[in-house]
């Protein structure tokens, strides 16, 4: 897929300094699994004048997908967001709205037919002819079979937009259905980047794919972008060492939770959710991520897991056994053969841990 412009880019990246700036280029590089020299590569296409236009559609959502472009720092991720791209329209974040916003809108499709981005937040209600949410008092169903087919490409940005999110949670009273599968039928592709909300490094990563290779970044048979979603949160998590030793949090507030044990038996989904918040953190603050925080993962990128499994239920562990490499975590009793002891002891626990998920599951499958 070509990007045409050129779009006026009078102000790019002048609040941001050298440094930060070829940082940024690099973290986006690691992020995207591309070699630290691709920064290079990616710092040419971002600063180059051309900018692809945006338009932003907003479906069922609770605008939690916008705000967390607009929460992050060093340097400001808005910033580099709205000065990578030009945003035509965002009912959120719009300067004008009403008719004024609805002309400019039209006037924005016309303008960039075929090469404009459409971003789509919230899930899309099909029942009873999508009355459930419309915008300008027309159903966001037609707006979207209206506009996608003119967009250069099509991403659903949050667990809502990708799999119906909150709105589809039983009884699902709208109808409340994931972009793709609203687009399907027209044989429209659409990138999903989901997560509730979703870390913008994911976003911000797939446009600069989309800028610096003129393509959209490899996606997995679900429409995910591999770079952020091919691996479980659990294979890379700062606690795995403790699920490997059998060192777990019982309840929250107990010893175990606030040693920062593992919160498998609280209900953590990180075994069974693909997603890279392990890795790359919120707010480019180490640590803030649900797990990082004490929370456990409750699955919210992963379809028919957030949302859909209760809270506490156990996961299911595809991987038990210890990962090649560890990440770190304080050692009990440090010496020289703790790793070494936790990878025995790990495949010992990781098998137990199955076994013991699998019995609570049976018992709670008898007493069901
Ligand atoms: Fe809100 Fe989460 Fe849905 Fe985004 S995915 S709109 S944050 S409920
Ligand atoms: Fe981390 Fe959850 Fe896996 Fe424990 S179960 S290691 S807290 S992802
Ligand atoms: Fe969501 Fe779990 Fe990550 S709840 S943000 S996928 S840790």
């Known amino acids: 897929m070509e990007f045409k412009g050129p779009y006026p880019q009078e102000t790019l990246f002048s609040s941001i300094n050298r440094r930060d700036f070829m940082k940024f280029c690099t973290a986006v590089a690691a992020t995207l699994g591309l070699p ?8 040419e ?22 705000e967390m472009l607009l929460r992050t720092d060093h340097p400001s991720i808005d910033s580099l967001i709205f000065n990578l791209i030009s945003l035509e329209y965002s009912e959120t974040l ?9 002309a400019a809108l039209q006037q924005s499709i016309e303008r960039y037919k075929g090469e404009f981005i459409l971003v789509v937040d919230g899930s899309i209600p099909v029942k009873d002819g999508g009355i459930y949410c419309q915008i300008a008092g027309r159903p966001v169903l037609d707006i979207l079979n209206e506009m996608a087919p003119q967009a250069a490409a099509v991403i659903a940005i949050g667990s809502c937009a990708s799999w119906g999110g909150v709105a589809a ?6 109808g409340a259905t994931p972009v793709h599968a609203v687009l399907k039928p027209k044989g429209i592709n659409v990138v999903n980047i989901p997560g509730c909300p979703p870390n913008p490094y994911n976003l911000l990563s797939t446009v600069i794919h989309f800028l610096t290779f003129g393509k959209l970044p490899d996606l997995d048979d679900k429409g995910r972008p591999t770079f ?3 691996r479980l949160i659990h294979e890379n998590c700062e606690r795995r060492p403790h699920f490997d030793a059998g060192r777990f949090a019982d309840e929250f507030g107990d010893e175990g939770h606030r040693k920062g044990y593992c919160l498998y038996k609280l209900g953590c989904k990180g075994p069974e959710t693909f997603n890279n918040c392990s890795i790359v953190h919120y707010n480019d603050t180490i640590g803030c991520w649900p797990v990082g925080t004490g929370c456990p993962c409750f699955g919210c990128s992963e379809e028919k897991v957030g949302f859909h499994v209760p809270l506490f239920t156990k996961s299911k562990v595809a991987y038990p056994t210890p990962p090649n490499q560890f990440t770190e975590a304080v050692p009990e009793r440090g010496n020289g053969s703790v790793k070494f002891a936790y990878g025995v002891a790990g ?4 098998a137990a841990v199955v076994a013991a998920a699998k019995r609570d599951g049976d018992k709670e499958d008898k007493q069901a």
């Open 347 to 350: 495949a010992v626990v990781g």
């Open 45 to 66: 296409a971002v600063t180059s004048p051309e900018r692809p236009p945006v338009i932003w559609l907003s479906g069922q959502q609770c605008t939690g997908c916008v």
């Open 94 to 102: 719009n300067a004008g709205s009403g008719h004024q916003a609805e």
């Open 169 to 174: 949670a039983e009884p699902n009273p709208t």
């Open 36 to 43: 630290m020299s691709a920064g290079v590569k990616i710092a």
């Open 228 to 230: 952020a979603y091919s």
